[in-house]
């Protein structure tokens, strides 16, 4: 596909059955070729309150997540226009101004793109025989729901929360790779369908969708388990700092804001009539204050020195045959940061990257790694920057507006006194960038990210 400059980059899709037609001029996306469901990965999701929207959001959830990777952003513009079509059951319910209304807000909000989605009735039952059986018990408003993957911030609020707690009390929902610590017979345990593309790939990577798939199979869980609290673990940096530091095009990222999930509890509640309560308590904590909490507990070291933050493509990230994290890119740098806040130990050989003091940028690779590119370089001006411009937020008088209007945001969102959520985010900030400082001085003035930023 050819844009011209000014022009935005479009895209119609329809989710089809198998053997349908689309209209002309749209692509098709075939359920069951496409986007795949497995059968014993949607056991994880029965429960005695299964019905067919259910399905309907699945099928939706994954064909958000193909459009959102199919369609690639410009070099010099980053909002797309996204047509979509959904077969669906229950047509006039999804076509319900409040649901639609809710649905394009909370996509539009979350990607930068615009998002024009319609349904048509779908024709056929699934071939998946789902809702018949249930493996938990449904109405227990206890439980709390946390999305669940290999991060830092995953694991440590997981564990936590089960701090003199039932084991049972938290469900954990599977939303990252496929490494897992529980038994087979655990909920949730995966994603219950996969989104295929052809031959040549995905060519979009910013994948901002994920957010609206991570939130809506954590809300989906609740729902089926008759619960109403969902637990995101993000801490503060990654919540509030992707909203907060801007780039030079980049539509600002929204995936663990709070705005964004109070987006998707109304999408939710126009959608099921149910309430779901997306809960940050770690919001106003930094990474290496979770950190910090997460190893005083009674546990092994390779519960947090094991976790994943890096989001370099695995094919780019191996030294000897072994997955290292790169140790460059923003994930990886806020990584490191909060190690040393923490006062946690790391090996280094964690990392590709494993001499962050070197003068040169090629001189703190690992021995042997030949695979420095210029967008690894690129990568890792960009996520030092990140970090250092959101470390300036708090003392730079020119940035006061704009955090007064994030924090008056914020407490629209959060029901706080506007007063209340700016002294927090300050706090946040002024710790934030204590921390940076501290780690850049244990750096040293000769090493290649500090004449970055010099």
Not at 249 to 272: S, T, V
Request: aromatic share 10%; with cysteine.
């Amino acid at each position: 596909m050819n844009a011209l400059r000014g022009e935005r980059p479009t895209i119609h899709v329809s989710v089809m059955e198998a053997g349908g037609k689309p209209s002309d001029g749209w692509q098709a996306v075939e359920i069951g070729k496409s986007i795949v469901f497995r059968m014993k990965h949607l056991d994880d999701y029965r429960t005695k309150n299964w019905d067919n929207r259910i399905y309907d959001a699945l099928v939706l959830i994954a064909a958000v997540e193909y459009c959102d990777k199919t369609l690639k952003r410009l070099a010099w513009g980053w909002q797309r226009e996204i047509h979509l079509a959904v077969p669906v059951y229950d047509v006039a319910r999804w076509q319900d101004p409040e649901v639609a209304g809710a649905l394009s807000s909370a996509l539009k909000f979350l990607t930068g793109d615009e998002w024009r989605i319609s349904f048509f009735r779908r024709e056929r039952e699934p071939d998946e025989d789902v809702g018949r059986q249930s493996r938990l018990e449904f109405g227990d408003p206890g439980r709390i729901v946390t999305p669940f993957s290999d991060g830092l911030d995953s694991r440590a609020v997981a564990a936590l929360l089960s701090v003199g707690e039932k084991s049972d009390r938290l469900i954990r929902v599977r939303v990252g790779s496929k490494r897992d610590d529980r038994p087979e017979e655990a909920p949730f345990l995966n994603i219950p369908f996969a989104v295929k593309s052809g031959s040549d790939g995905f060519p979009e990577s910013s994948a901002r969708s994920r957010g609206f798939k991570f939130s809506f199979l954590s809300a989906i869980a609740a729902y089926l388990l008759g619960t109403h609290q969902v637990v995101m673990p993000e801490s503060g940096q990654g919540a509030l700092g992707p909203s907060l530091v801007q780039t030079s095009h980049g539509y600002e990222d929204y995936r663990n804001h709070p705005r964004f999930l109070g987006k998707m509890e109304r999408l939710f509640a126009a959608l099921f009539d149910y309430q779901v309560n997306y809960r940050l308590p770690r919001l106003w904590k930094t990474k290496g204050e979770t950190l910090h909490e997460f190893a005083a507990l009674p546990l092994e070291p390779k519960e947090w020195i094991d976790t994943k933050s890096c989001w370099q493509q695995n094919r780019n990230s191996s030294v000897g045959h072994k997955w290292r994290h790169c140790g460059i890119c923003a994930a990886c740098l806020l990584r490191r940061l909060s190690f040393h806040a923490a006062a946690v130990d790391e090996p280094k050989e964690n990392y590709i990257w494993e001499d962050l003091t070197a003068a040169e940028f090629t001189g703190g690779a690992a021995k042997g790694f030949d695979k420095i590119t210029g967008a690894m370089k690129q990568y890792a001006v960009a996520g030092a920057l990140h970090l250092d411009h959101l470390a300036e937020l708090r003392s730079g008088p020119l940035h006061r507006r704009r955090l007064t209007r994030h924090a008056w945001q914020l407490s629209e969102e959060l029901g706080m006194a506007h007063a209340e959520v700016e002294e927090k985010l300050f706090g946040l900030l002024e710790r934030h960038a204590l921390e940076w400082k501290a780690f850049m001085k244990d750096l040293g003035h000769k090493s290649f990210i500090a004449e970055w930023l010099a």
